[in-house]
């Protein structure tokens, strides 16, 4: 089991940690800031620096076998770590910041299109949702305002947490047409920025919408008869 300290505190940099395992797929610690890839969002990379200040470079991060496992996989070449070694998880902070304020900001596309998600990816420089938007009309400059005014406006982001129940209670919290939010696990993590958009979503964010900083509707694109997908990116 790796304790994921990025749930509790997406600003963490870094923690102290101690190799479980490893192997031919990668390294486990017993706690990390490192997020595995899912919901969209890339998994972290990094550095694991042992005792002696080596540092072993981490190229991406993943979900292991079970849901409580974290894989952290090393460059090629990067040197093995021992079972038992005590490191220092420290991630590329610039990378996952923008990840941060991208993710935060599809919420708020979330809000500012009226349609199912049927998809999405986040990115460091450009992300981008696919609604299932029908003959909506969807332009470019309107929803680039109702974006920059959300994050203008500084709402305050934070997670929240319900139960299994109170989840399959309330199916209309659920934006995302072909990714079901985890159950079985007897509680669910939500996203709420308040008064905006609540929704289930286990990524990191920036603790209020300002933090984002101005963003362009780079364009739209036809996926299909019903599918438009609108592509996203920070101005800086």
């Given at each position: 089991m790796t304790e994921e300290l990025f749930r509790a505190d997406a600003y963490l940099k870094s923690c102290e940690a101690t190799v479980t395992a490893a192997d031919a797929t990668g390294i486990r610690l017993d706690r990390t800031v490192f997020y595995p890839m899912g919901g969209g969002q890339p998994g972290d990379t990094g550095t694991l620096r042992r005792a002696d200040g080596t540092p072993v470079a981490i190229a991406d991060t993943r979900k292991g076998a079970t849901p409580d496992e974290i894989v952290h996989v090393p460059a090629a070449g990067a040197p093995a770590l021992a079972v038992g070694e005590r490191v220092t998880a420290e991630i590329d902070w610039t990378r996952r910041h923008r990840h941060m304020r991208m993710h935060t900001c599809l919420h708020l596309l979330c809000a500012a299109v009226p349609a199912g998600v049927t998809g999405g990816q986040v990115g460091a420089e450009r992300s981008r949702l696919d609604f299932d938007s029908g003959d909506l009309p969807l332009d470019k400059d309107a929803i680039a305002a109702k974006l920059n005014a959300l994050i203008a406006a500084n709402h305050p982001v934070e997670p929240r947490w319900i139960t299994?129940?109170?989840?399959?209670?309330?199916?209309?919290?659920?934006?995302?047409?072909?990714?079901?939010?985890?159950?079985?696990?007897?509680?669910?993590?939500?996203?709420?920025?308040?008064?905006?958009?609540?929704?289930?979503?286990?990524?990191?964010h920036v603790r209020a919408t300002g933090e984002i900083g101005p963003v362009v509707v780079e364009k739209i694109e036809s996926k299909g008869k019903r599918n438009r997908r609108v592509v996203i990116a920070l101005v800086a």
């Open positions: 299994d129940d109170e989840m399959a209670a309330r199916p209309e919290l659920v934006r995302t047409m072909s990714v079901k939010p985890p159950s079985g696990l007897g509680r669910v993590r939500l996203l709420d920025i308040a008064g905006v958009d609540l929704q289930p979503c286990g990524g990191t």
